[in-house]
């Protein structure tokens, strides 16, 4: 049973910068096929970065040039850089192993963190 904890979820006030953390656990190694999304209130659940089936990573265009994802494939971790934050980017982030989502070709199973809650402020 793969098992995915977030943090590093914070307040922060425009221009900011966070970088959250995903831990990965039950699970071989993981150096594909895993990624973030997140949920704003009233929204739905949108990709943000991610590795796809080949462990290359791709990003929302509302976050090119502002967020960098990465990962530790002997810890298991996944990283999300974010700079450059907007109040739109207010929203409870998670972290996911597995799913078409990241790319059709991925396994069908997806894992979901418990997320973690950023907040951006003008």
């Known amino acids: 049973q793969v098992q995915l904890v977030e943090s590093g979820g914070d307040s922060v006030q425009a221009g900011g910068s966070l970088r959250l953390s995903c831990v990965a656990s039950?699970?071989?190694?993981?150096?594909?096929?895993m990624g973030w999304f997140r949920q704003a209130p009233g929204k739905g659940r949108e990709k943000v970065a991610g590795?796809?089936?080949?462990?290359?990573?791709g990003y929302a265009d509302s976050v090119k040039g502002r967020f960098i994802t990465s990962k530790d494939n002997d810890r298991n971790t996944l990283y999300l850089e974010m700079s450059g934050l907007r109040p739109e980017d207010t929203a409870m982030y998670y972290c996911?192993?597995?799913?078409?989502?990241?790319?059709?070709?991925?396994?069908?199973?997806?894992?979901w963190g418990q997320g973690t809650q950023v907040t951006v402020s003008s």
């Open positions: 996911a192993v597995g799913g078409e989502a990241l790319d059709p070709t991925c396994p069908h199973k997806a894992y």
């Open positions: 590795f796809d089936a080949s462990g290359r990573p």
């Open positions: 039950g699970y071989a190694r993981i150096s594909a096929c």
